[in-house]
């Protein structure tokens, strides 16, 4: 069975910065593109940010140039470095294989709160 653990998630003021991680027991885990999502309240489920397992980055429009996505393979774990956020940025964020989600790799999710 696979677990996905976020961790990271924190209440923080506009223009704070936060680094969630995402610990992973895929043991080919280092082979599948990893994904960011969030939720936010009210709202479906999107994929923020993704890394290919050769370091390949894409993002949503939203969040270029404010947030980064990195991963050590090493260490199963996939990073997002989220800079500069702003109250829109208030959701509970997952990670899970990209760009298509599988429905029962979905762990609790770490929540982000962006308020002053």
């Known amino acids: 069975q696979v677990h996905l653990m976020e961790s990271g998630g924190a209440l923080v003021q506009p223009g704070g910065s936060l680094r969630l991680s995402c610990a992973g027991s895929?043991?080919?885990?280092?082979?599948?593109?990893m994904g960011w999502y969030r939720q936010a309240p009210g709202k479906q489920r999107e994929l923020v940010a993704a890394?290919?397992?050769?370091?390949?980055?894409t993002y949503e429009d939203s969040i270029k140039g404010r947030f980064t996505i990195s991963r050590d393979n090493a260490k199963n774990t996939v990073y997002l470095q989220m800079n500069n956020l702003k109250p829109e940025d208030t959701a509970v964020y997952y990670c899970?294989?990209?760009?298509?989600?599988?429905?029962?790799?979905w762990g609790q999710g770490t929540r982000v709160t962006v308020s002053s």
């Open positions: 890394i290919s397992s050769g370091g390949a980055t």
């Open positions: 895929l043991s080919i885990f280092r082979i599948y593109t």
């Open positions: 899970n294989v990209g760009p298509r989600p599988r429905d029962d790799f």
